[in-house]
């Protein structure tokens, strides 16, 4: 039986950084697809008592997608609070995907899937927004959220890109979150996005990324390890 580890990432799947299974490649395999996550969101909603007490935090479940798209099994990889755990769970047998394929096909494949909970200044709930999330820092033992590593770098590039879509020079409003992708070296291998609500805000991003180099102070380069960040880009 072929399985695979694929890694989702605020709804978005991305490959894993391990060998496909049965010799396939990379480009022979497509990742497991939510069909109905944003719905399944909704009916998690917040713990009326996180509300209250003011909590805020992650859960983040391994699922085994099966063939018919289906969450046979789940294990608890983080919970921030028993509230959030019991809220995902109550829900989780609704979500569907489409089923991981390679070669045209489908095999059973695990996917590692965040929930975050997050409150608003008034207190109302909602899931957070990619700009109001860190950083994801992964490799191959840890995950985790890190404090920017870029500096003021990154900074700048999301005001030139708000300024690009207030003068009115191209439609950017929207939301992004790219995943780059670094060696033991910390040179960067590849770039891709997890998702990315127009392609004019995807150009628009690559045309910036030279800009963005991480700092020696954030000392992921000391780690001899490779890994990626995933890093949200919010413009309004």
């Known amino acids: ?33 939510p ?10 909603g917040y713990p009326p ?14 699922l085994l997608v099966d063939t018919n798209g289906t969450v046979s099994r789940h294990r608890v990889l983080y919970s921030g609070h028993p509230d959030f755990l019991n809220a995902v769970e109550s829900q989780l047998h609704h ?11 489908p095999f059973k494949c695990n996917v590692t899937v965040p929930f975050s909970f997050r409150l608003n200044q008034v207190g109302n709930s909602r899931y957070a927004s990619p700009e109001e999330e860190p950083i994801t820092y992964f490799d191959q033992d840890t995950i985790a959220r890190i404090p920017n ?10 005001a ?5 879509s207030k003068d009115g020079d ?15 070296n910390c040179k960067l291998e590849g770039k891709y996005f ?27 380069c000391e780690k001899g390890v490779g890994f990626s960040l995933f890093v949200p880009f919010t413009v309004r």
């Open 95 to 105: 979500l569907k995907f489409v089923p991981a394929t390679g070669h045209g096909q």
């Open 49 to 62: 008592g996180a509300v209250e007490k003011q909590i805020q935090g992650d859960v983040w479940l391994i």
């Open 149 to 158: 590593p870029f500096g003021e770098q990154y900074a700048q590039v999301i």
């Open 35 to 44: 069909i109905n996550l944003e719905e399944v969101k909704r009916m998690i």
């Open 1 to 33: 039986m072929k399985t695979c580890v694929f890694l989702l990432f605020f709804g978005v799947l991305a490959c894993g950084a391990m060998a496909q299974p049965g010799g396939l490649t990379k480009i022979d395999t497509l990742p497991p697809k």
């Open 160 to 164: 030139a890109l708000r300024k690009i």
């Open 170 to 184: 191209l439609p950017l409003a929207g939301q992004a979150f790219l995943k780059m992708q670094f060696d033991a």
């Open 194 to 220: 997890e998702r990315v609500s127009s392609a004019e805000l995807r150009e628009a991003i690559f045309a910036q990324l030279k800009h963005l180099q991480i700092t020696p102070e954030s000392k992921l």
